[in-house]
């Protein structure tokens, strides 16, 4: 098929490039000349492991072209994917402006049947809001399809070539079979193709979203119980874990989600629920557990050092929001960094692929530094902030080296066993253990 993806963002480049791996002819459309530029030239625009490859690769064959140009493709295209931002508003609310104006610009380029399809996160009703703007400027067939996305950054490839369903919002016979032969070739294995009206497949992102972060809170929340009763969160965690009806993933505690999607949505979908006369009480109390969780770390590193920061020198291990991407958005790290430098601290980071978009936005009110170990000389404490699998198994004797008598470490994720590595000499405070 010949498909336009609208927008090369983090899912709108993933879901072109992974749709021209199956041999479709997909060009992705932007404003951003020099990101079109940039990715004309190869110049992958985000990290995710193993895009660049399938990117390269496809680029080379032709499958896979760029443009600011959606009136010289457009014609030609079966299947328009809508894959803009969705930022949350003051209020919560997702803004639809970018989904709006390019529905009306496809509405005045339309001259005859294409499928539109809703790739962003959008709240319940958007599809019905994207066709009355369509049709502003284009009275002839044309559907208007919600295919929400399940992508998790640092594992979307796999995510979104091996996908457990594909949900499908449409009513229509005509774009159920279009949509059908496109995603044949991704679940061969038997996983669903899901078809359900609009409504229920923009609402079942933001269920599923929802539902995740709520485990994550509810762990968080179990976390605080274990430090005042003397339990340990890594033995509830399995035990919980282990019981088929929950499942074991979401159920790590730490410093709080983060992330493009889950602060987002959650904000969006209590936004809809006031909207429509419902007070979505667990979801309110997930947000607000969220946030207490993510300045619970610093309340301990205060308590340490008797509420006294000021002339201290830090050191960050891991700045993204999750490890395995370079994405920053909503990242707990942010809060930390914020935090101790108001209370006159200095810091020094290291991650391995976000270190770019911090500079970006702290510039010199922080060090960088080239590695790991560089970072933690002569600090005062360590606090680990995102479990990048390098962190886990560290050199413990450059450790020591580096930090001298000073070791003492914040542990935000609970990457080492406690006895072990207090035998090594740390201090060690971490979530939910003794």
Known sequence: MNIVVVGTGYVGLVTGTCLAETGNKVTCIDIDKSKINKLSGGAITIYEPGLEEIFLRNLKAGRLVFSTNLEDVISGATIIFLALPTPPGADGSADLKFILEVSLKVGKLLTDYKIIVNKSTVPVGTADKVRVAISENYSGLFDVVSNPEFLREGVAVDDFMKPDRIVIGTTSERAKKIMSELYSPFVRQGNPILFMDERSSELTKYASNSFLATKISFMNEISQICER??????????????????????????????????????????????????????????????????????????????????????????????????????????????????????????????????????????????????????????????????????????????????????????????????????????????
């Not at 890594?234 to 019981?243: A, E, F, I, P, T």
């Not at 607000?288 to 205060?302: C, D, H, T």
């Open 229 to 434: 009763v003397g339990a340990n969160v890594d033995l509830v965690r399995l035990g919980v874990g282990s019981d088929e009806r929950i499942g074991k993933s979401f159920l790590f505690p730490g410093i709080g989600y983060g992330g493009s999607c889950f602060p987002k949505d959650i904000k969006a979908l209590i936004k809809s629920s006031d909207e429509v006369g419902y007070d979505f009480i667990i979801l309110k109390a997930v947000e607000r557990v969220n946030i207490f969780q993510r300045k619970y770390l610093i309340e301990k590193v205060k308590s340490y050092f008797k509420d006294d920061l000021k002339g201290k020198h830090f050191a960050i291990w891991g700045l993204s929001f999750k490890p395995n991407t370079d994405d920053i958005r909503e990242a707990p790290a942010l809060t930390i960094i914020e935090e101790l430098l108001s209370l006159g601290a200095s810091i020094c980071v290291y991650d391995p692929e976000a270190m770019a978009n911090v500079k970006n936005k702290f510039g010199n009110r922080v060090l960088y530094a080239d590695n790991q170990y560089k970072a933690i000389v002569d600090v005062d404490a360590l606090i680990i902030a995102t479990e990048w699998h390098e962190f886990r198994t560290p050199n413990f004797d450059l450790m020591i080296k580096s930090m001298g008598e000073k070791r003492v470490i914040f542990d935000g994720r609970n990457l080492f066993e406690v006895e072990a590595i207090q035998k090594l000499g740390f201090t060690y405070i971490s979530i939910g253990r003794k």
